[in-house]
């Protein structure tokens, strides 16, 4: 198992080969067989023209994917990521994601991924396992993990989530036990089979969707996220101070394991 950690750790006075074959060198092969293999390394990454460079040459990305060649040079069947888009900017880390996720699928092999960002982890996983206090919470599939959250801690850590104790449970919904409700999975002004009153609070346009945070009648607190349609503007009335009428289903409320 080799690792790509977050700094990159490219030796800043050797060219972008040397250190790509460094590993190589420190083993004792011979400098023509090391040269090849950090070349045929530069090549699944797509920086073999980048060889002679230097890495301040070199940008953020192309520092990356050289981190990336300097660990695949041995032929690892197990390839540890330890943060490694954490210092990237948003869209280079977007795209890193991708290309990441097209190496991993070309070269075979297992990656590794340590990512403290939720939707990092969901992009480009076939599994992830959430840790808690070194202890691992739950292992899936990232759909999995976040329709079907075993735990408070997953439920609220793993995307947003409305995590209701058993006393909310009952109090609002007639149920036992402690159950998560994703905010997106909650109607506005929209009768459903389960309801609640309450007064909004806050508002955050976020694109995509627009959050509310609400106070219900009973003094419990409740998110709720709506998609915004493409040339359709919020109702006046969805303002803060404004009182509205929640609604949900029992099918969409997800019975979680109480934390020991």
Not at 25 to 54: C, D, P, S
Not at 188 to 196: F, H, V, Y
Request: aromatic content about 6%; glycine content about 8%; some cysteine.
């Amino acid at each position: 198992m080799n690792t790509v950690f977050q700094d990159y750790a490219l030796f800043p006075h050797m060219s972008i080969l040397d250190n790509v074959a460094y590993g190589l060198m420190v083993k004792g092969v011979n400098k023509k067989q090391r040269h090849a293999m950090a070349q045929e390394a530069l090549e699944k990454v797509a920086l073999g023209f980048v060889q002679q460079r230097k890495p301040s040459q070199l940008s953020g990305g192309q520092r990356q994917r050289v981190a990336i060649a300097r660990a695949l040079v041995n032929e690892p069947r197990v390839l540890l990521l330890d943060e490694p888009l954490g210092a990237l900017d948003l869209k280079l880390r977007e795209q890193m994601q991708l290309e990441l996720k097209k190496l991993q699928q070309s070269l075979g092999i297992t990656f590794i991924f340590v990512t403290h960002d939720q939707g990092e982890a969901l992009s480009m996983s076939d599994r992830v396992a959430v840790f808690n206090n070194g202890r691992i919470e739950q292992v899936d599939s990232p759909r999995d993990l976040y329709m079907r959250p075993r735990t408070p801690f997953v439920a609220g850590f793993v995307g947003t989530s409305n995590v209701f104790d058993g006393l909310m449970a009952e109090k609002l919904c007639g149920m036992t036990g402690s159950f998560a409700l994703r905010p997106e999975h909650i109607r506005l002004n929209t009768p459903g089979e389960l309801q609640a009153n309450g007064t909004i609070q806050a508002v955050q346009y976020q694109g995509a969707a627009t959050r509310f945070e609400l106070k219900l009648n009973g003094g419990e607190k409740l998110l709720v996220s709506q998609a915004n349609m493409t040339g359709e503007e919020l109702p006046a009335t969805l303002t803060p101070g404004q009182q509205v009428m929640v609604s949900w289903s029992r099918d969409v409320m997800v019975p979680l394991v109480e934390e020991r």
